[in-house]
Structures are given as C-alpha cells and as structure tokens.
C-alpha cells in the first residue's frame, strides 16, 4: 500500500469510528461471566468502580489491575471478577 493509499483509508476510518463511548457496548454481566468484543474493532474498555477483584482478557488476569483501560481485540473476550458490579465504556482502539 502506497502512502496515499494509507492516508486515504485512515482518512475513511476516522470518518467511520466512533468517537466516545460505543453505543452498542454490552451491559456489564455478572461476575466471572465473559462478554465478547463483537465491534469488529479493537476496543478499549475502562472499568471503574464496583468491588473489583480481578479483570480477565480472553481467560487471563491481567496482572493485579483491577481498574482502568483494557484493550480487547476484536472476538476476544473480558470478564470481572468480584462482588459488586463496576460500570464500564468501551472506545475504539484507532490509531
């Protein structure tokens, strides 16, 4: 791909993304229960508050993070482990 070509499609991605929380976002489920990224993006979901004990991407806890931004790849898979349910927005991870 030439880079006009690039510009091009980038110029068309930013037109077609959206800005802000994702409309079509999934409710937040009960605990250890996994949602799927079915955008057809790469998303970032930032989670915050609840009581909060672990995040897991596609199976795997991610570190001792139990807040903030977690990207999540197109049919990957998050789920929150806890006792009181966080809120959660999920952004297009654009470039």
Do not use: C
Not at 65 to 80: K, L
């Amino acid at each position: 791909m030439d880079p006009q070509q690039l510009s091009t499609l980038q110029q068309h991605m930013d037109k077609t993304l959206t800005d802000g929380d994702w409309a079509g976002k999934p409710a937040v489920p009960a605990t250890t229960v996994t949602v799927t990224n079915t955008s057809g993006h790469p998303m970032f979901v930032e989670i915050t508050g609840g009581t909060v004990t672990a995040v897991k991407v596609d199976g795997v806890t991610i570190g001792a993070r139990t807040s903030g931004m977690f990207y999540v790849r197109p049919e990957s898979t998050i789920a929150w482990v806890g006792s009181a349910a966080p809120t959660w927005q999920w952004f297009v991870a654009s470039w």
